[in-house]
């Protein structure tokens, strides 16, 4: 079972096209900083049950909520939501260890989106995950979580990644 949940209604239409005949998969119209929209939302509740371990993941999606709605608050209350054995998956852009003209650059091309680009600090990336137990080797550059010889040509250390259980 698959839940993209998505902001664009021109993504949400296409989505909605692609999936047609999908019926273990669903596209919601939600914005992420409003969780209890997603997770209460009948059409996840058709298809997850929550009380059961799922894998949430967060990829390339926290980086586009800004401090002032406090993207820990949110994250915690999806983590809260998951059952014990539940995983987080999670990737974000950092500002640790990166070159600051290529940040200023890549912010400069999303500043006019309806939401910009937050690079953070690996450290608050890390604490995205509370108190789930992260999986080897802990929150690094995503390139490093698994490392591949034939994928080393598209390294980046503009990405975190990292993968973490629900006691």
């Known amino acids: 079972m698959h839940n993209l949940t998505c902001f664009d209604p021109i993504v949400l239409a296409h989505g909605r096209a692609l999936l047609a005949e999908n019926s273990g998969t669903t596209v919601i119209r939600a914005d992420l ?33 800004p401090d002032e709605d406090d993207p820990e608050g ?11 054995g539940s995983h987080l998956v999670l990737t974000h852009l950092t500002d640790t260890g990166t070159d600051p003209a290529g940040r200023a650059a890549a912010e400069a091309v999303y ?15 890390a604490g995205f995950f509370g108190d789930f137990e992260l999986a080897d080797p802990g929150v690094v550059h995503a ?25």
Do not use: N
């Not at 997603?38 to 909520?65: C, K, N, T, W, Y």
């Not at 949110?74 to 014990?84: E, F, I, S």
């Not at 390294?155 to 006691?167: F, I």
């Open 33 to 65: 900083r409003h969780p209890e929209s997603i997770l209460g939302h009948p059409e996840l509740r058709e298809l997850v049950d929550l009380s059961q371990p799922v894998a949430l993941l967060l990829v390339a999606m926290v980086q586009f909520v």
């Open 111 to 125: 500043s006019g989106a309806s939401s910009p680009l937050t690079f953070r600090s690996q450290d608050r990336v």
């Open 143 to 167: 390139c490093d979580w698994r490392p591949d010889e034939e994928a080393a040509e598209y390294r980046t250390d503009w990405l975190l990644s990292g993968v973490a259980r629900k006691s």
């Open 74 to 84: 949110l994250v915690a209350t999806y983590r809260d939501a998951l059952a014990p």
